[in-house]
């Protein structure tokens, strides 16, 4: 039999660095829980700063994410979206051209909030970085 070739790894337009700080920040954002206690008196000093892990809507982490995420490129936004869906399973890297494509035809103005959204997205982008032979420990 004959060795096939390898196909080549298609090009990411984001860096791998700018990837993983995504990935970083949406683990941050992932731990939030729910606000316990909206009426709290309590200084975040006082209370051992358990505060900061609660989802409040003028969330820091939130707000950085989103910043970041809106001040990429299209083309970035369209292949971090396009990462994310290649790491959740909704293809292999194989798929990549027709899963951009597709990323790329549903753009628009809200990628930080469908990805913010996205459960588990952290996961998935690091998933989808794998399938291009890198990830955020290199």
Known sequence: MFAHAQRPVPPLLISQ???CFVIAKAREFDVKDV????NSGSNASDDGMISILEDYRDDPTFAELTGFINALTEDEQIDLVALARL???DGEISDWQ???LEAERQHNKRTATYLIGMPLLA????EGLSQFGRSCND
């Open 17 to 19: 660095e700018k990837i």
């Open 35 to 38: 606000v316990s206690d909206t």
């Open 87 to 89: 790491g959740r399973g």
């Open 98 to 100: 027709e899963i951009r």
């Open 123 to 126: 996961d998935h982008l690091e």
